[in-house]
C-alpha cells in the first residue's frame, strides 16, 4: 500500500491544490507542501503531454531545493474537450463559456503525473471521460455564483457543486478531482522496484 512504501521517506508534495492536499491524508501519507509556481501557458501539442510537460516541470523545480532522498511529487490537471484545452477561467464570462461548451458533452480530464527519487524519474498521465448533462442559463449563473469554477481546470469541481451536473465517469473519479490514486500506485512501485535493484 502507498502509505507503506512511503513511511520512512521524505515526501514532498509539488502543489498548493487542496484536493491534492486532502487527498494525501486520505491515503495516509504525510508529505511536506512545497508548491511549484510556473507558468504553465497552453501551446500545441496534445493535453496529455502538456499535462506531463508541466508536472515534470513542477518536480524539477522542487526536487533542486530538497535531498535527493526525497519523494517529490508533482502532477497537472487539463480538462479538454475535442482536444481544445480548458484551462482555470480567467473571468466569470471565460467560465460560462467553458461550461457551455461542456454541457450535453463529453470531455476528457488529463492529469500528469512526475516522481522523482534518487535522481529517477517516472512521468505518465491518467486519462478519464466525463458525460456533463444539458446546462440551463441559469444554472451555469447559479454555480458561477457559488465561486467553485474559478480557480478549477475546465471550470467545475466534482467534489462539490459541480458533481450535480455529472451524469457519468469512465476511468478514475480520482484524476478528476486531479489525482489518479491507483496510477499513482502504479508509478510509485515501479520507481522504488527500480531504486531497490
Avoid: W
Avoid at 112 to 136: D, S
Amino acid at each position: 500500500m502507498i502509505h507503506e512504501l512511503l513511511h520512512n521517506k521524505k515526501v514532498i508534495l509539488a502543489s498548493a491544490s487542496p484536493r491534492r492536499k486532502e487527498l494525501f491524508a486520505l491515503l495516509g501519507i504525510n508529505a511536506y507542501i512545497i508548491p511549484a509556481e510556473i507558468a504553465e501557458p497552453i501551446n500545441g501539442e496534445e493535453p496529455q503531454v502538456q499535462a506531463m510537460q508541466n508536472a515534470l516541470r513542477k518536480a524539477e523545480i522542487v526536487k533542486n531545493k530538497v535531498d535527493k532522498d526525497a519523494v517529490v511529487i508533482a502532477a497537472d490537471t487539463l480538462v479538454a474537450i475535442d482536444n481544445h484545452i480548458l484551462g482555470k477561467p480567467l473571468n466569470q464570462k471565460e467560465a460560462s463559456r467553458y461550461l457551455r461548451l461542456l454541457s450535453g458533452n463529453t470531455h476528457s480530464v488529463y492529469t500528469g503525473i512526475c516522481i522523482f527519487y534518487n535522481e529517477i524519474a517516472n512521468i505518465n498521465y491518467e486519462q478519464t471521460l466525463v458525460h456533463f448533462a444539458e446546462l440551463t442559463e441559469l444554472e451555469i449563473k447559479s454555480y458561477i455564483e457559488t465561486g467553485e469554477p474559478m480557480d478549477k481546470a475546465g471550470a467545475y469541481g466534482i467534489q462539490g457543486y459541480g458533481a450535480q451536473f455529472i451524469t457519468a465517469v469512465d476511468g478514475c473519479y480520482y484524476n478528476v478531482m486531479g489525482f489518479p490514486v491507483r496510477k499513482f500506485y502504479e508509478m510509485l512501485n515501479a520507481i522504488l522496484e527500480k531504486e531497490e535493484k
